[in-house]
Nanobody
Framework: QLHLVESGGGSVQPGGSLRLSCVAS????????????IGWFRQAPGKEREGLSC???????AYVDSVKGRFTISRDISANTVYLQMDSLKPEDTGLYSC??????????????????WGRGTQVTVSS
């Protein structure tokens, strides 16, 4: 089972940017991020966790409408890391951001896929 650790959160003003990192460890022998889909999720205060973006085994990305055009997901296979570049941040982007994974055989991913084993998260606060 993979272990995921998020970092990069902080406090920014509206319109600002942050880049979050999700570092994965605990791969079975011979496996890399190429064998897993990774998703980014957000839990705002008083709300349920929602999926934002995911990246599939061959790098195909998906986004929910609320972040499309503002957030970009990417990965560095050699660093076992998935990034979430967040631009044009809005106050409603405030929340605890976490990543999760599932073992995938598909090039693509959707936020409704069976992600599991979320990390502890990193807090993002967007406020003036």
């Amino acid at each position: 089972q993979l272990h995921l650790v998020e970092s990069g959160g902080g406090s920014v003003q509206p319109g600002g940017s942050l880049r979050l990192s999700c570092v994965a460890s605990g791969f079975p022998s011979g496996y890399t991020l190429r064998y897993y889909a990774i998703g980014w999720f957000r839990q705002a205060p008083g709300k349920e966790r929602e999926g934002l973006s995911c990246i599939g085994t061959f790098g195909g990305a998906a986004y929910v409408d609320s972040v499309k055009g503002r957030f970009t997901i990417s990965r560095d296979i050699s660093a076992n890391t998935v990034y979430l570049q967040m631009d044009s941040l809005k106050p409603e982007d405030t929340g605890l951001y976490s990543c999760a994974y599932f073992r995938s055989t598909s090039s693509y991913c959707e936020m409704g896929d069976p992600f599991h084993s979320w990390g502890r998260g990193t807090q993002v606060t967007v406020s003036s």
